[in-house]
């Protein structure tokens, strides 16, 4: 067991000095700042990392990760990093990326019980509930599951328009897009959803908020 802790160490010594071969001023200019283009809210899976799988660098991806990429309006942490993004960090893009096989979404689709994590299971069994037509129709277990990630990411994508912070920041005239992609953890590739949010008229009326404007 040590020894797989330690081999962090040991690899963390080779990325630097690869990285310094590669851009000797890589993190002379990571010290300066950060200013992101991005904010993924993503699944804490150990399988879905947002850089290497977009192909980008430390300090392209602002990114806050959850069981199942959720967004809960009672979530502080997210409502804090979302908050920071959007106000601090000026992002132009919010991306919500689910991924095909989601441990969190196959647990929310049956009864057993997990643990402290049925809690926040239970926010994906509303979106099942939703959508319960649609997927009660689909028979095939493994095709009902990728389905519920993608409509999972859907109401995720629907949740954040929901938001004072991406409201009040469309108000103000930024350039600020929502969107919704799935990962697929067989083949590495990502997917766009058509997801794509960029003004409060493809809200519901009754969500919308009198926004503060600047």
């Not at 977009?54 to 804090?80: E, Q, Y």
């Not at 099942?128 to 009902?144: Q, T, V, W």
């Not at 083949?187 to 959803?193: M, Y």
């Amino acid at each position: 067991m040590n020894s797989s802790y330690h081999q962090l160490f040991d690899n963390n010594k080779k990325w630097v000095e690869q990285t310094k071969k590669r851009s000797p001023d890589f993190f002379n200019n990571l010290a300066a700042g950060q200013s992101p283009q991005f904010l993924w809210i993503g699944c804490s899976d150990s399988r879905v990392p947002a850089n290497e799988i977009t192909g980008t660098f430390p300090g392209d991806i602002f990114v806050h990760r959850n069981i199942a990429n959720m967004v809960i309006h009672t979530d502080i942490s997210m409502l804090s990093v979302l908050d920071y993004a959007v106000n601090v960090l000026k992002v132009k893009h919010i991306i919500v990326c689910g991924h095909y096989g989601c441990g969190g979404v196959n647990a929310a689709m049956g009864h057993k019980q997990v643990g402290l994590i049925d809690n926040w299971l239970r926010h994906i069994k509303d979106v099942y509930r939703l959508h319960k037509d649609e997927l009660n129709a689909i028979e095939d277990p493994g095709k009902k599951s990728d389905r519920l990630v993608e409509l999972n990411v859907q109401e995720q994508v629907y949740g954040l328009t929901k938001t004072s912070i991406v409201q009040n920041a469309w108000a103000n005239g930024k350039s600020l897009q929502v969107h919704g992609i799935v990962y697929d953890v067989k083949d590495g590739v990502l997917t766009d959803l058509g997801l794509t949010i960029e003004n409060n008229e493809d809200i519901e009326d009754v969500y919308r908020m009198e926004t503060e404007v600047l």
